[in-house]
């Protein structure tokens, strides 16, 4: 089945997707993508199958000739964490298109974090990887870390917070997560 969605984003689900993934989770995470963002990454395709849970693959994106297509399993998965990582796609997408001004900006925004010894993220991935650079001294020091790190806290909060911002700005993470936020929507 395919059908489009915001941004004139095309949806393949394989059959027997449940109507609800796509109606209540997919759906309102493609239009919480600023539009410039979309355009720049050249979102066109999302892809849903179940997958194969032995690979422990959760999804896989291409990018080519201004064109993104991400497939995303959703065998064994949460709604929910089907979405996130659909967004999550969109951020690492964006990573690779940020201009050095914008990485620039990404970097002194996490200086910030780390110096104010802020300890949480809002993406799993982005906190293990956060973890292992501050794991110890020749840990942070490891350039590949702190890239591994970068991109991971960028692709986990640029794009969640669009849909998180209600809640998340009321937290006590507020002004961390917030300013998260408009950096990456600046990056549209």
Not at 146 to 167: D, K, N, P, V, W
Request: aromatic share 4%.
């Amino acid at each position: 089945m395919g059908t489009r969605l915001a941004h004139n984003t095309e949806i393949v689900s394989a059959p027997g997707t449940s109507g609800g993934l796509i109606r209540d989770f997919i759906r309102p995470a493609v239009r919480a993508i600023p539009f410039g963002i979309a355009e720049r990454v050249g979102l066109r395709r999302v892809s849903l199958a179940p997958g194969d849970e032995e690979s422990g693959v959760a999804s896989r994106w291409t990018a080519a000739e201004g064109r993104l297509d991400i497939s995303i399993a959703t065998l064994g998965r949460r709604h929910h964490d089907i979405a996130m990582e659909l967004l999550v796609c969109v951020g690492q997408a964006l990573w690779e298109e940020l201009h050095e001004a914008e990485r620039r900006a990404w970097w002194l925004l996490l200086d910030v974090e780390i110096q104010s010894d802020f300890k949480g993220e809002i993406d799993e991935q982005a906190l293990r990887e956060k973890s292992a650079l501050l794991r110890g001294r020749v840990s942070a020091r490891s350039s590949r870390r702190l890239e591994r790190y970068g991109q991971a806290a960028f692709a986990g909060t640029g794009l969640s917070t669009s849909i998180l911002c209600g809640m998340t700005c009321m937290s006590a993470k507020a002004p961390i997560t917030c300013r998260r936020r408009v950096l990456s929507a600046d990056s549209g």
